[in-house]
Nanobody, 113 residues
Framework: QVQLVESGGGLVQPGGSLRLSCAAS????????MRWYRQAPGKERELVAT???????GYTNSVKGRFTISRDNAKNTVYLQMNNLKPEDTAVYYC???????WGQGTQVTVSS
C-alpha cells in the first residue's frame, strides 16, 4: 500500500521560512520523480516544484529563487524548503508522484502577520 505523508506546515509571518517533508512508503521511491503542488482556497491545484530521480529540479515562476525541492532517497523523503514566504503562498501543500497516481493528505501553510 502506497502512502505519502506530508508534514511541516504551519503559520508563519511574511518573510519567514518553512520546510515541508513528504515521507513515502510502498513505492520504489528512488526511481520516481516527485512533485509538490498547492491549492489555495477557491483556486485550482497548482504545480509548485518537481524533482526527477536524478535530482533535476523545476519550479513554477512564482516560487523560483525562494523555494527549493530536494530528496533523500535513503529516507524515502522529498522536501520543500520555502524561504521569504509571502501571503500568496498560503495554501494546502501536497506531494505526489510524477504520474499523479499517489497523493498525500496535504499540509496547511498559512503566511500571515
Amino acid at each position: 500500500q502506497v502512502q505519502l505523508v506530508e508534514s511541516g506546515g504551519g503559520l508563519v509571518q511574511p518573510g519567514g521560512s518553512l520546510r515541508l517533508s513528504c515521507a513515502a512508503s510502498g513505492i520504489s521511491f528512488s526511481i520516481n520523480a516527485m512533485r509538490w503542488y498547492r491549492q489555495a482556497p477557491g483556486k485550482e491545484r497548482e504545480l509548485v516544484a518537481t524533482i526527477t530521480s536524478g535530482g533535476n529540479t523545476g519550479y513554477t515562476n512564482s516560487v523560483k529563487g525562494r523555494f527549493t525541492i530536494s530528496r533523500d532517497n535513503a529516507k524515502n523523503t522529498v522536501y520543500l524548503q520555502m524561504n521569504n514566504l509571502k501571503p500568496e503562498d498560503t495554501a494546502v501543500y501536497y506531494c505526489s508522484n510524477l504520474a499523479g497516481s499517489y497523493w498525500g493528505q496535504g499540509t496547511q501553510v498559512t503566511v500571515s502577520s
